[in-house]
Nanobody, 121 residues
Framework: QVQLVESGGGLVQPGGSLRLSCAAS????????MGWYRQAPGKQRELVAQ???????DIADSVKGRFTISRDSAKNTVYLQMGSLKPEDTAVYYC???????????????WGQGTQVTVSS
């Protein structure tokens, strides 16, 4: 099993910045992609950003140019630096990590408990 522990959420004013951290522990060998999803009230969970083992990144259009994702492999930690925050960025942010398991290469996802980010004046 893999445990993901998030930190760094909170209340911030519009235009402000926050950095989220997610530390992975447990059976972390062969983890593939790590990333962040978010879910606002009444909406589906959506991908915010993810980083692959080769360092390539996928960033949602809604946050492109404002959010960056990075990964410290030595610390098994992924970061989400959020800038120019808007009220519509308010959501619970979830850390995600996955890997392939078994001969059929089934994707196995792991999730953090979520951290609240509220953007409000």
């Amino acid at each position: 099993q893999v445990q993901l522990v998030e930190s760094g959420g909170g209340l911030v004013q519009p235009g402000g910045s926050l950095r989220l951290s997610c530390a992975a522990s447990g059976s972390i060998f062969s983890l593939n992609t790590m990333g962040w999803y978010r879910q606002a009230p009444g909406k589906q969970r959506e991908l915010v950003a993810q980083i692959k083992p080769d360092g390539s990144r996928d960033i949602a259009d809604s946050v492109k140019g404002r959010f960056t994702i990075s990964r410290d492999s030595a610390k098994n930690t992924v970061y989400l630096q959020m800038g120019s925050l808007k009220p519509e960025d308010t959501a619970v942010y979830y850390c995600n990590a996955w890997r392939y398991r078994g001969l059929k290469l089934t994707r196995e996802d792991y999730w953090g408990q979520g951290t609240q980010v509220t953007v409000s004046s």
